[in-house]
């Protein structure tokens, strides 16, 4: 099995009480399905089922490689690099999210 080792990037320590929704999205008027947030700067960007595509494209800007999911319930956190899902301990917390805006049309 695959096993990350970008874990000392993991810089985020508690997660936000409270977020609007993907960062790029609000700013474009976009819509976005699941929100992702990256765990070295804390930028919430949307899933791969979302038009855009935020969480992606901010590994590419950023170079940041893992993100966490921010969806009720959903822990789980990805590396892209190693494509490997896991349950880390960092950060805590949990996020207040608006539902998706594609889901409450
Ligand atoms: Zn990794
Ligand atoms: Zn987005
Ligand atoms: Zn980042």
Redesign the pocket.
Known sequence: MARCTHLDQVTLDTLPEAVDGCEDCLRTGDEWMHLRI?L????VGCCDDSPNRHATA?RTA?D?VLIRSLEPGENWSYCFVDEVGMILPRPGGETQIPPSPMLSR
């Open positions: 990256c070295t700067c804390g930028h901010h950023a940041h």
